[in-house]
Structures are given as structure tokens and as C-alpha cells.
């Protein structure tokens, strides 16, 4: 899907922001769309920020309640895949990394995982070639989904609410339908030749759909509706199973009950570290994200950023040069933890890392070939979906999840109404060939039954002095990590608001290939023409977008900024 960053097509966007009073009690819940570029909205006690305004509202109306920010998480979940199919999902995966109001820190994982009978050289031909679009299109690229097994573990152990009243909101939604926007038409629009690829068959996003349409999701409220009464059962071994199973395996898909039955979700310890005087807590394995960040980070660290000009020549040249050399190590490296060792400590240590940045020099871009070898072609995406939650007793919890590509497989079960993953394709599906982020795997990410693929999903809290600072994180494959980086820095390195933040430009370097992505019209073309000088290969193509950042800035004061990104519908709701 393409979009702009200054886009200027949504009926929302004409309105600074307004006010809604919603059902419960008498509080004011305020929504925002961006439209003031340099302070989102500001309130005092809780607050959404996510991909679509439905989701939002429905996460604050949890808090409203009374909820606690897990709860509104569920609420806010189940309403992205409803309103939000492109990246929304329960047939997908995801990660949450939390802040409780005590201090205390968790990550939940619940990113899909290979069936048992997947293969290493299952998308190869018997040349040994990767077969185009198998591990992107159709029933074989499916992972089995952990969105609905991450849901109740989150409720069984940290929700509040009782589960019915959580996900109700997206039953009343999917009965009600989804007001169509632009994005949603250009999304829909691009997928059609590949929905019937895909399913063989007409499915009901594949039509001439306008702006101001409503979508309404009868089969996805019948789905909801089982997993209310019957809980994640339903969608793992239950009348959900079945009718998903039986449609992969007519596909040629290789998911199997057990695949299904056997999946669990799976606490894990968060990547911490500091950068500076701020804490930064963010996904472990099999997210690379924490790491990868952990790493970018602590390699400017000894140069103070913040003494160059935001988006300098300098600043610019800084991040990738750091950028280049944790890619290259991801790739390497990094893959499920549960199935390989990965040296995390020592990856992240500064002293590794400047031994990683002694070469750097700054009348010269390194090349990716001194760091590593090899020569790949990549394309951009702003797949997945984030959404950022603070709620009035203090506890934040950060969420990534996806179903991989727009849409994930294409593959939408027609009973069930719902969409199924393409995970498998962040694999490695090969060592040395590019997955559809262009990004480069080694036998670490390599395919194997039951072990998770690598992922960028980088949902990340930062602390300052004890206290919650910012939420935040996004979309955008292996460019996730580069875009929540640099919003870190906006804020605690060049003071920006949250908003302010999140409508900066963005650039990206992931090692291979070895260019240098820009968002276009965002930068100073003489700054430009100087890394050019220096070697460094600028695409600046005019569809490129950089992630799509949902976050929450903590005020000196304890109210909430929100900073929702103009690059999509985001919105941020709070009271
Ligand atoms: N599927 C994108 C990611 O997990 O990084």
C-alpha cells in the first residue's frame, strides 16, 4: 500500500480535533487526527493511539470503564482486525511489551510459528531455487496464528474486565460495519488480483470499493461470537479450527490440528538497556527489535547525537553507519531463541559495539560489502500495525502485531471471515536471498517445525528517572526498528513533542542492499547531495513511507501526548 506523508485526503484531517461523549459516565473523550503538526492531542488520564479511530475508541471505552490498560488491549486488538484487516488480525501474531503502574516490566509473545510438517527447503525447487511467491502467497505461507492465545493470556493473567465485555465492542463493530476511508480503497484495490490468486474465488474485500462504503464483517461477528462463548479453544480446536483448517488444507496449505492445539503464547524477559539517562525496554527474541536497537543505540552513544542538527549530514550519517553494522549482525546472528543460541549480552555490549564502529569514518559511507557480502533487491512495505495504551492508574503496554504482508497470505478463510498470515516468508527461506523486506537471513532464521521466524516488531517503552516517558512503536518490516529509534531521538535528544515527532521524516539503512532509503520531500536537498558525495546510495522513490508511528508522550506534568501518524488514519483517543 502507498501512501504519502502529507496526505491530505481524509474528511478528518479538515478538523483540528473533537470532542466526543461517550456512553459511559461523564468524562470527555477527546480524539485527534494529526492535522496540528507539531503538538498531538494532550490528556490528562488514558489514552489509544492506533492505525484506525474505531480501534481507538473502542481501547478508551475499556478505560473508561474501568479497565485497566491490558483489558483496553484486548478491546483494541480484537478491533483492528475489524476495522483494520490489512494489518489487524486473528490470524496472525504479535508481541506486548508492558510497563505494570509498579514499575514492573513483561513481554508476551505470541508470534506465529512453523507447522510441524514445514521444511527448510520447503519454498525451494529441486534446483535449489527459491520458488517466487510461495512463501508470500497462498495457504503455504501461513504460520500458525497466536493472536487469539496471546489475547487470553494477556486476560488470564493481567486483564481485569471479564473477556465477553472485551470483545464484545468488536462483534458490535463488525455487525455495524467499517466506514470505508481512501487508504483503505488504495489497500483493497492494490490486493484484488491477488485475493483471487490466492483463494481461487471472489472474497467481499474484492470489490469496487468507494470512499465512505461501509464494510460490513457478518462471518469475522459470527467468529467473535464462538471465541466469546467459547473461548480461545474455539479458534484452535473448536468449529473456528476446523473451518480454517479445512480451507488451508483444500489450498494446499500444511497446518494441522495439532499445529493448532499445540500453539502456545510465551512470557518472555523484555530487551532493557539505557541509552544515556533514559531506560529503554523493548522485545526480545524472536523479535530482533530490542536487540537490533539496543545495538544502533548504544553505538552513537559515545558521539552525543544530539550535538548535530536534527536530519543533518552528520546525524544522517551517524545512524546508518550504526544502522549498517546491526543489520549486518542481525542477519547473522538472530534468530528464535528458543532454537538457537544468540550471544545477546555480548551483542549489545559497548565495547563490541565500538569496536563495531572503529572503521566509521565520516568523510565516507562504509560499504555494506566491508562489512559483509552479498548483492540484493528489496521492497518497501508499511505492513503490521501498532498501537500504543496508557491508562489512568499508570500501567502502558505496547503492542506490534501482524499478519506480515498487506493482508497477510491473502488467504481468507470464507467461513470465518478473517485473513491468515504470510509469516513464514520472515524466515529465512534460503541464506543470502532476501525475504519480501529485503532483509537477509542466515541458518539462525533458517525453517524449522515449531520454531518462530524472525521478526522486527519492536513494541518499546522508555523511562526516564523511574517514570514512563514514552510508548511507542510501528509498522514498516525491517524498517520498524529504524523508525521507533528515531523517535526516540527526536523526543529525548531534540526535545520535539510526540506529534512533532512522529511527522518528521524518515530514513532507513539495513546493511543490504545497500541503500540509503529517504522518505521523499523531507530533506535538505543540500544535505542530500553531500551524502551522495560520500558514497552513500539515496533512494528517495516517491511511494517510499518509513513506518507508521502510534505513540504516547508523558508529560513533565503526568498528561498524555499523543503522536498519531499522518502517514496513515491513525488516531489517538484519550480522556
Ligand atoms: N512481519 C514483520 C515482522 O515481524 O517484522
Redesign the pocket.
Known sequence: MQHTINSSIRPLYLIAFFILIFGNGNLLAQISNNSNPSLGLVVEHAMVVSARVEASQIGIEILKKGGNAFDAMIATDLALAVAYPFAGNIGGGGFMVYRKADGTTGALDYREKAPQLAERNMYLDANGTVIPDLSILGAKAVGVPGTIAGLFEVHQKLGSLPFNELIQPAIDLAKKGVIVTESDVKSFENQRKKFKKANGTIIPLDRNWKIGDTVKYAELAQTLERIRDFGRSEFYEGETGQKMLAYLQKKGGILTLEDLKNYKAVWRQPIQFNYKDYTITSMTLP?SGGICMAQILKSIEPFDIGQYSHNSKEYIQLLTEAERRAYADRAYYLGDIDFVKVPISQLIHPEYLAKRMQDFNWNQATTSSAVSHGSVDWSESD??THYSIVDAYGNAVSVTT?L?GAFGSKVYVPEGGFFLNN?MD?FSVKPGTPNM?GLIGAEANAIQPGKR?L???SPTLVTYQGKLKMVLGSPG??T?ITSVLQNILNVIEFNMSMQESVNQPRFHHQWLPDVLKMEPNGFDLKTISKLKTMGYQIDESKSIIIGKVDAILILPNGHLEGGADPRGDDSAVGY
Open positions: 523479535s505492513e503490521t501482524t506480515n509469516e520472515d523486506f521466524m521478526s522486527s516488531m518490516g525491517s520498524i
